[in-house]
């Protein structure tokens, strides 16, 4: 095992060790390459998740969102959850962690979970895109669609019980849809041809702007309580 593969593996394990900005976003390429040049250059359909991680930590795809990014954020939580919950992309403390939900949003994600009695050592967490856009604005369908496959893959490895949409832009994406939050809310859904249940639910970030939906969330995660306890 060389060196970066062993520091890569390290940061996938959470174990993180100090490096400056620069060292680190350089490094995090260089350890990806190193394990992908590695292996024959498989579908991503066909990756394990080792291969995965390292697949989207070197991805290219999007040339300005692979040159801005501070880290890639893969996903983070339990591989055999029931509940999976995907949110549009990551934030500006997620692209600094490296892992998805760390600011405030997500620290409130994490409340919510608590009222329902979950744990987000329970769940599995990530995001239609891998790496935060500039600004944090909306990503763009190009975008959109090089990250659908390592999506999928994940979804696919995962085999989750039941999956959470947090915001409009995410229910829209999952559901194949342009119907508004307050006709997918309180509705449970499909995905795709899994029959993969599937419930909507507002992004924390929105809740931190508009305090006074939180009662509604709150109902949403009733629901999504009520889920896992007849699956």
């Known amino acids: ?9 390290l940061q996938q394990m959470g174990i ?3 490096i400056s900005r620069n060292t680190a976003v350089n490094t995090e390429q260089v350890m990806a390459n190193d394990i992908i040049n590695t292996q024959s250059e498989k579908p991503v359909s066909e990756l394990s998740w080792e291969e995965l991680a390292a697949r989207v930590a070197a991805c290219t795809l999007c040339p300005l969102l692979s040159q801005s990014r501070t880290h890639h954020v ?9 509940l999976v919950i ?5 934030g500006a403390n997620e692209d600094l962690q490296g892992k998805p939900f760390v ?5 409130l994600l ?7 009695g979950l744990k987000r050592e329970d769940i599995y967490i990530t995001n ?45 994406y999952l ?17 795709r041809d899994t029959g993969t249940p599937l419930l909507v639910t507002y992004h924390p970030a929105y809740l931190l702007r508009s305090p006074g939906q939180k009662k509604e969330a709150y109902k949403d995660f009733l629901l999504i309580k009520k889920a896992l306890e007849t699956l």
């Open 74 to 82: 893969f996903g983070d939580g339990n591989h055999n959850a029931d």
């Open 16 to 18: 993180q060790r100090w």
């Open 175 to 191: 559901l194949g849809t342009n119907e508004t939050m307050a006709k997918l809310r309180g509705q449970q859904f499909t995905f």
């Open 128 to 172: 239609i895109l891998k790496s935060r856009p500039p600004n944090n604005r909306d990503p763009k369908p190009e975008e959109t669609a090089n990250c659908t496959p390592y999506l999928d893959r994940q979804l696919t490895l995962l085999k989750p019980k039941l999956m959470v949409a947090v915001g409009r832009i995410a229910a829209q």
């Open 1 to 9: 095992m060389t060196k970066n593969q062993h520091d890569y593996y």
């Open 103 to 107: 600011g405030r949003a997500g620290q």
């Open 86 to 90: 995907v949110g549009e992309a990551p």
């Open 110 to 116: 994490t409340e919510m979970l608590k009222a329902i």
